[in-house]
């Protein structure tokens, strides 16, 4: 099988043999990447995404595999064993993920800071399998140029090809593919064989090409072999530094692309897949051009230079041609992951390839004689030396410029480092020097003069329609920004009002009512006020108006920024800061929930939509069954669910809700915004009195939003949410198959229509009365007006109309619940104007008593407050007391001489008294002001008349009402003429 020349250097029989060891080497890449993305799901789904896991896991990977390229050369003897071993520590992490969950959380006891000890335990488990996949591509460009002496000079470039081909290939299939179909575990298990196969193939095939040779055991006898104090010694400084920086400069490109693409496409990790897909095949195709046209790192740089000017001045343009052309392809989910994938190549494609050529620009240059081992030495100094920098340009990025500057700020940067990169490796000639300083000058021109910056503020819904996209970027005010590691928030302004927007993502306006309103209705429910946990706090308005009623609140929030700039949305949480009451804490909902012992009443997840892929795993089976062991027995778990997520996102919900659950309820916000109570206690409101009698909330309600407190309890729609469940035999959301994630990235058209239609249709009154604590005198009337505030005149709207409108004294209960707004209104505002429409609407339903003491109220408060003495005089004549109700009018004469109806009761009042002549003073009055239209006051005064024996007067005026209402033949019957 074997042939030796004279350096024993081995050589392959046949062509089969080089083509599978090809074929191994894209296996080993298609496997390699898998695990990056793989582990850092599992880890995720365990400790949480935020920055600090997130954080951890690449740059444990980045030095993981800088270290094995380093020391790749050492076990030399051992890629098949190293294969081996990424294949079986895969599939120890596929079928042990308790033990693993549980190795993590006793992890947490390591420090005071739970998180802390959790991610020094997922540091631990990954630099093993970390080094190991970086031995790979240093030893297979050994292996690969041991084959033949003409392959050795271009070895590297060729693995390096082949080995990014496949990571390129993997980034894509196992978020479109693989995950879907296999879930994360059974993905693990599959890549672990792909492993076990290629050590099986290179055992088998090729243990000869790992036997040691005489020239490097001379090597390492002599000490010669490759240590980390030596790495800059062995690299000219003129190779090794502008790799550093170009390599820095790379990290930053990469990040500021998997912002752009959340920025436009939306928070998923869809977009991070296509921006990971491009960046290998950028690496692939810059060492395939390489290895084609020998091309210097000169040539390379050049050509980066020119790929970051075309993504400076296309940027903020491709965003409106892809809003262009998603229409077109919208209801096609590949043709649209298709679409996002073309505009990111059109836009990153150029810079990702050269960035992925320096490595192999700085070997194409190397001794014709330069035999295998030295390939595999100097391979893996330079991945060494690249892995560091891109450490460092990671961190460059979320520490520093992340946080200080614009997008546009950021690209200019990477194309700074890239031109320093350039002047370096060509030591400052002015050849070089001067074209690189007016490509860098270019671009601070376009980003000073014409980069939309706000344009990437927009959200990415507004990306789906060019014309919507123009309409809503010419009402878009500056937004305030606030930016974190890798997270930006900011207040946008849109028509005058403020909206919380997060990476990608507009809320609701912050000064609209419904957040508060949440965690009114969550507080409903629970079965005590003691402990509550409110995971997110966004605005904080949720979670503020949850620590009005509880005891003792904890909120977990994931974004440090968002919490660093609590105290800018105070006005819209009742300074949630300042309640001692309230707990905030910066974490992972899922690492909180899961870490701790102690249990709620009442749990309530405030956490983004679905829509947002990381709180997709807040919708899992997994999720939901730590959080009912955090419950009390008979405690409640509440989940928001907008219509946005759709039918089938609807229905994955409740199916996964169901799996942990007996009881759910849904609560409508607004039409397309609900709430779903879950417990494993049948639902019902426990806390009405203290929820809706909280001056607080019930001022803030009414005097902002018009919202009645008092009618909060009359948003639940059904206690019998699962029975609306279209398919229970359908899939269900879990931490290894994220069913929602999926269904959120493939959505392309919201709203729950088909849902909204199965739950109207069940719609009943009598299960909502059963489930509410009390309802007033005015149910349903009260239940209705609530309906038609908060939703006007919606479907559910519609379908509780036909509910309730059979009910009888349908029409008084709908005047009680006037009453009970108006009352509401009056004990809030303590005005005379509140009071005296309160005073009003008592005297429509009759009661008289209670409204005389309410406009003597008023008369209190504003002894001249216009028609008070009118209406109190209205009240006194209705319950018979003319005495009263005469000196009223007569007050009410005094204080508004030109009243147009005081005169016409006085004068109606006094003939009723008897007192005729006066009678017929103020009707002459009244008739004179006001030529009145009806024909009313001129048979009262025709009575006057005829009272004091003016028939011919009495006639004549009977004459004139008939004139105004000649249908009526009766009047004269009625004064006896």
């Known amino acids: 099988m ?153 070895s590297f470039s060729w693995v390096y090809m082949v080995y990014n081909l496949g990571a390129a290939l993997t980034a894509l299939l196992i978020e479109f593919y693989f995950i879907r179909n296999y879930g994360i575990r059974g993905t693990v298990a599959l890549f672990a064989a792909v492993n076990g ?53 790379s990290a930053i490109f990469q990040l500021f692309m998997v912002k752009y693409s959340e920025l436009v496409f939306g928070p998923f990790r869809e977009s991070f897949a296509l921006v990971l ?34 993504l400076m001045l296309t940027a903020g343009s491709a965003i409106y041609v892809y809003s262009a052309l998603y229409g077109l392809v919208s209801g096609h989910f590949w043709l649209l992951v298709l679409l996002k994938w073309l505009m990111l190549s059109a836009l990153m494609l150029l810079p990702a ?134 997270d930006v928030f900011s207040i946008n302004w849109m028509n005058d009002k403020p ?14 009512p419904s957040e508060k309103i949440v965690g009114a209705l969550s507080s409903l429910y629970a079965p005590r006020l003691d402990d509550a946990l409110v995971l997110g706090l966004g605005s904080g308005a949720t979670a503020s108006s949850v620590g009005l009623f509880f005891k003792h609140t904890e909120v977990v929030e994931i974004n440090p920024v968002v919490r660093e700039n609590l105290f800018r949305m105070a006005q819209w949480n009742f300074d949630i800061e300042n309640n001692t009451g309230v707990d905030i804490m910066v974490d992972d909902a899922i690492h909180h929930v899961k870490v701790g012992d102690k249990k709620y009443s ?18 899992t089976k997994d999720f939901f069954d730590s959080i009912s062991k955090r419950l009390t027995p008979d405690g409640v778990y509440i989940t928001w669910m907008d219509s946005r997520i759709g039918d089938v996102g609807t229905d994955i919900t409740l199916r996964t809700l169901q799996k942990s659950f007996r009881h759910c309820a849904i609560l409508y916000v607004k039409s397309a915004y609900f709430l779903l109570v879950a417990s494993n206690e049948p639902l019902h409101v426990q806390q009405a009195d203290t929820v809706t009698h909280n001056h607080d909330l019930a001022a803030n309600l009414w005097n902002k939003h018009s919202v009645v407190a008092s009618w909060l309890p009359y948003h639940l729609m059904t206690s019998k949410a699962f029975s609306l469940i279209k398919d229970p035999n359908g899939p269900i959301n879990t931490a290894d198959y994220p069913a929602l994630e999926f269904e959120m990235a493939r959505l392309h058209s919201s709203g729950i229509y088909e849902f909204k239609t199965r739950m109207i249709k069940a719609f009943d009154i009598k299960d909502v009365r059963q489930s509410l604590d009390k309802v007033g005198e005015a149910f349903p009337a009260d239940f209705m007006a609530q309906a038609q505030d908060r939703l006007e005149n919606s479907s559910i709207t519609r379908g509780w109309k036909k509910q309730v409108s059979g009910t009888p004294g349908y029409t008084d209960k709908v005047k009680l619940a006037e009453l009970d707004k108006r009352r509401l209104r009056a004990g809030i505002e303590e005005t005379a104007k509140a009071y005296h429409a309160l005073g009003t609407q008592l005297t429509r339903v009759e009661r008289y008593p209670e409204a005389i003491t309410v406009f003597n109220k008023v008369l209190e408060m504003d002894p001249e407050y216009n028609n008070a003495y009118y209406n109190l005089g209205t009240c006194y004549e209705r319950l018979g007391e003319n005495s009263k109700a005469l000196q009223s009018f007569y007050s009410e004469k005094k204080l508004d001489p030109k009243d147009r109806d005081v005169d016409y009761r006085i004068g109606r009042l006094l003939l009723r008294m008897g007192q005729y002549q006066q009678a017929l003073n103020a009707l002459n009055e009244h008739i004179a002001m006001q030529k009145p239209s009806d024909g009313r006051p001129y048979i009262y005064r025709a009575m006057a008349h005829k009272a004091l024996g003016h028939a011919a007067l009495a006639h004549a005026d009977m004459q004139r009402a008939l004139d105004l209402q000649p249908e009526d033949k009766k009047l004269f019957d009625q004064v006896g003429l």
């Open 2 to 154: 074997r042939n030796y020349d004279e350096g024993n250097v081995m050589y392959l029989k046949s062509e089969a043999q080089p083509k599978l060891f090809a074929l191994l080497m894209l296996l080993s890449g298609f496997a390699g990447i898998s695990y990056e993305i793989l582990y850092g799901r599992i880890l995720g789904n365990m400790v949480g995404d935020q920055f600090a896991v997130s954080a951890a896991i690449l740059m444990t990977f980045l030095l993981g595999i800088g270290f094995g390229s380093a020391y790749a050369h050492r076990l030399w003897r051992w890629l098949w064993a190293i294969e081996a071993g990424i294949g079986i520590y895969g599939a120890l992490i596929a079928f042990s993920q308790p033990l693993i969950e549980r190795i993590v959380y006793a992890g947490s006891t390591l420090f005071s800071d739970n998180l802390s000890g959790s991610i020094l335990i997922c540091v631990l488990l990954l630099i093993f399998p970390a080094f190991l996949i970086g031995c790979s591509v240093p030893l297979f460009a050994g292996y690969f140029g041991r084959s033949s002496q003409q392959h050795a000079r271009a």
């Open 197 to 249: 196969l290629i050590a099986i193939g290179l055992w088998t095939r090729f243990s000869d090409l790992g036997h040691d040779n005489r020239r490097h055991d001379a090597r390492a006898e002599t000490g010669e072999s490759f240590v980390i104090s030596r790495v800059f010694r062995m690299i000219p400084s003129s190779r090794w530094l502008p790799l550093v920086l170009a390599s820095i400069a």
């Open 277 to 310: 897909s491009l960046i290998l095949i950028g690496i692939t195709l810059g060492s395939l051009l390489v290895r084609r046209f020998s091309l210097s790192f000169a040539t390379v740089m050049w050509l980066n230079l020119a790929g970051l000017l075309w």
């Open 353 to 486: 390839l050269t960035f992925g050529a320096t490595i192999p620009a700085l070997l194409s240059h190397q001794n014709e004689s330069a035999h295998n081992e030295e390939v595999s030495r100097e391979s893996g100094a330079l991945l060494f030396i690249s892995s560091l920098a891109n450490v460092l340009g990671f961190l460059l990025m979320v520490f520093v410029l992340h946080r200080l500057l614009d997008y546009g700020v950021q690209l200019l940067i990477v194309g700074g480092i890239s031109a320093l990169a350039l002047i370096v490796y060509c030591k400052g000639t002015l050849k070089h020097l001067i074209p690189a300083c007016m490509v860098v000058v270019a671009m601070v021109g376009w980003q000073h003069y014409k980069w939309d910056e706000d344009l990437l503020f927009l959200s990415y819904t507004n990306y789906r329609n060019v014309d919507e996209l123009r309409a809503e970027r010419a009402t878009f005010s500056f937004p305030d920004r606030y930016k974190g590691y890798q």
């Open 499 to 512: 909206y919380f927007f997060i990476n990608g993502y507009i809320s609701i306006p912050l000064n609209n």
């Open 602 to 619: 009442m749990i309530l997840n405030t956490v983004t939509t679905p829509l947002y892929f990381s709180s997709s795993k807040l919708y």
